[in-house]
C-alpha cells in the first residue's frame, strides 16, 4: 500500500530534550516535506527537500533540522524544543511538481 | 498577497443544502490544481484535482477561471460526512500553495 508513515504518532515531551520524529514514503517520491499546523494558521513548511541531499527552509525553520541521506525518509529533529513547538506536524510527498501530496497520519507533538 | 486564499468560514448548512467554496491563487503559472479535505486533527486526503475544463466527481464539482485566478469546489445535497475542512491546493512553488482551509458544517 502506498503510504507515508510518521512516528511516532503522539509525544509529550520536556523542554530542551533533543527528539527526531521520522518520516517515510513508499513511493519513490522526489519531493518530501515537513509542515506544522497551529489552530487558525494552517499549515506552515518547515523544511522541504527536493531530492536525496537536497534540503531547504521554508517559512517557519527555527528550532528545526532536517536530512535527507535516503530518498524514502526525511527525518524532522528538534535539537532542543521549546513549548512554542507545540504542534500538530505532518510529512509530506509528492511524486512531482504539479502532482498530488500524500500525508503521513500526523504527529501530535507536546513541550512541557 | 498570500499565495492561496480561502474564506475560512465557518459555513454552516442544512442537510440536502448546496455549498459552493471559492479560492484565489496569486501566481499566474500555477499549472496544477486541488481541493483537499481534511478532517478534525486528520492528515489532509486529496478530494480532487481541478481541470481546466472543470470536472465533477458525484455530488463535487470543481472548476477553474485562470483569468481570475480562482478555482471554486460545489457541492450538492449536503451530508453530515461532509462536516470537514475544505483546503485549496495551488502547489508553486512545489511544495506550497495550501490554502488555511474553509470549515464546512452540515446540520441536520
Known amino acids: 500500500e502506498a503510504q507515508v508513515t510518521q512516528n511516532p504518532r503522539y509525544l509529550i515531551t520536556v523542554t530542551g530534550k533533543k527528539l527526531t520524529v521520522t518520516c517515510s514514503q513508499n513511493m519513490n517520491h522526489e519531493y518530501m516535506s515537513w509542515y506544522r499546523q497551529d489552530p487558525g494558521l494552517g499549515l506552515r513548511q518547515i523544511y522541504y527537500?527536493?531530492?536525496?541531499?537536497?534540503?531547504d527552509k521554508g517559512d517557519v525553520p527555527e528550532g528545526y533540522k532536517v536530512s535527507r541521506k535516503e530518498k524514502r525518509n526525511f527525518p524532522l529533529i528538534l535539537e532542543s524544543p521549546s513549548p512554542n513547538q507545540t504542534s500538530l506536524y505532518f510529512c509530506?510527498?509528492?511524486?512531482?511538481?504539479?502532482?498530488?501530496?500524500?500525508f503521513g497520519q500526523g504527529t501530535r507533538l507536546t513541550v512541557v | 498577497r498570500k499565495e492561496v486564499e480561502q474564506d475560512p468560514g465557518p459555513f454552516n448548512v442544512p442537510e440536502g443544502a448546496t455549498v459552493a467554496f471559492n479560492c484565489t491563487y496569486s501566481?499566474?503559472?500555477?499549472?496544477?490544481f486541488f481541493w483537499y479535505r481534511q478532517d478534525c486533527r486528520k492528515e489532509p486526503k486529496l478530494l480532487m484535482s481541478v481541470y481546466s475544463s472543470g470536472n465533477e466527481d458525484g455530488r463535487f464539482t470543481a472548476q477553474l477561471n485562470r483569468a481570475s485566478q480562482y478555482i471554486s469546489l460545489l457541492i450538492r445535497d449536503s451530508k453530515l460526512s461532509d462536516s470537514a475542512t475544505y483546503l485549496c491546493v495551488v502547489p508553486l512553488p512545489p511544495t506550497r500553495g495550501f490554502g488555511a482551509g474553509t470549515i464546512l458544517r452540515v446540520k441536520s
Open positions: 509530506a510527498s509528492k511524486k512531482g511538481p504539479n502532482t498530488e501530496a500524500f
Open positions: 501566481n499566474s503559472a500555477s499549472q496544477s
Open positions: 527537500s527536493m531530492n536525496v541531499e537536497v534540503t
